[in-house]
């Protein structure tokens, strides 16, 4: 089950484009005039503090939300013209749980496999690849609400990779998990890189995610694109001994920002509650 860099007769070489992608709320601009490119294969991290606009950019870009002006391809085809073709090339994972506890991690794949619409013949294979690839084989049959926050986060990565999407989408992908947990969902996303081609989009708070998963990265501010570059290159372009909490700062306002709104923090702590 291999999945190509680029879809055969795709000329274009990103897998995601913008060009002045704009949306509003009202007197409220969340995401300015940004102009992104993430080349097919590559691990992309969206950094951010809160309200920089990065959940209003994901959600443009997996067509839930139109946007004001400008405009988006994801996949090779436009978010707005073409939202269906969009939809079929991505997986989305957000921070709010997708598996429901009360079944086993296979009848989770199963009700996913045929939401996509997926054939009887694909289902079963499909399935088992993706239990093998994620490492949950031996806990397909158990109910997931006894699965650890890790085993969690595997099958919902599962699920969302069930129609082998060209492009990932994920919404702090490990957030509340101890750092076991976190290095394996690290190294999941690597082999999804490597084995089948995906483009994965990330957001993320952690600045050692960030240097240490992603290929590349933008950071948000005010709802512009404030710099786009590799970890290791943003770090020395503010000298030798720079962090990439010192580059966060510098570009996503001057701060760190450690909480955001009670709404945010209640979230926050669910997610971190559900997945420990």
């Known amino acids: 089950m291999n999945l190509p860099h680029r879809p055969a007769g795709m000329p274009d070489a990103f897998a995601i484009k913008t060009s002045q992608l704009t949306r509003r709320f009202g007197h409220l601009t969340a995401v300015d005039h ?3 490119q993430v080349p097919y294969g590559e691990l992309f991290g ?13 959600k443009m870009l997996t067509t839930l939300l139109p ?34 506890g009360a079944l086993t991690g296979y009848e989770n794949l199963l009700l996913s496999a045929r939401l996509y619409g997926l054939s009887r013949k694909e ?19 158990k109910l997931v609400r006894t699965y650890s ?18 492009i990932l989408f994920l919404d702090e992908p490990t ?16 082999d999804l890189r490597r084995d089948y081609g995906m483009t994965v989009l990330i957001t993320t708070h ?19 694109v404030s710099v786009v570059g590799q970890p290791a290159g943003l770090r020395a372009g503010l000298g030798a001994e720079a962090t990439m909490d010192d580059v966060f700062a510098h570009y996503a306002g ?23």
Request: net charge neutral; glycine share 12%; with cysteine.
């Open 34 to 36: 940004i102009e992104l």
């Open 46 to 58: 969206l950094l951010g503090a809160n309200g920089a606009g990065k959940s209003t950019l994901i």
């Open 67 to 100: 946007p004001t002006s400008g405009s988006a391809e994801v996949g090779g085809f436009d978010i707005v013209a073409a939202p269906g073709e969009v939809r079929r090339r991505i997986g989305y994972v957000s921070q709010l749980l997708s598996a429901d």
């Open 123 to 141: 289902r079963s294979a499909r399935i088992g690849d993706a239990l093998d690839f994620m490492g949950l084989a031996d806990a397909a049959r």
């Open 149 to 166: 926050g890790g085993m969690i986060r595997r099958l919902e990565l599962a699920q969302a990779m069930l129609h082998r999407p060209a």
């Open 175 to 190: 957030i509340g998990l101890d750092p076991v947990a976190r290095r394996t969902v690290w190294d999941r996303l690597w």
């Open 206 to 224: 952690d600045m050692e995610e960030a240097e240490t998963l992603c290929d590349e990265l933008a950071i948000l501010h005010m709802g512009r």
């Open 254 to 276: 001057g701060v760190i920002h450690e909480s955001g709104t009670f709404s945010e923090v209640a979230q926050t702590r669910r997610t971190a509650r559900r997945l420990g």
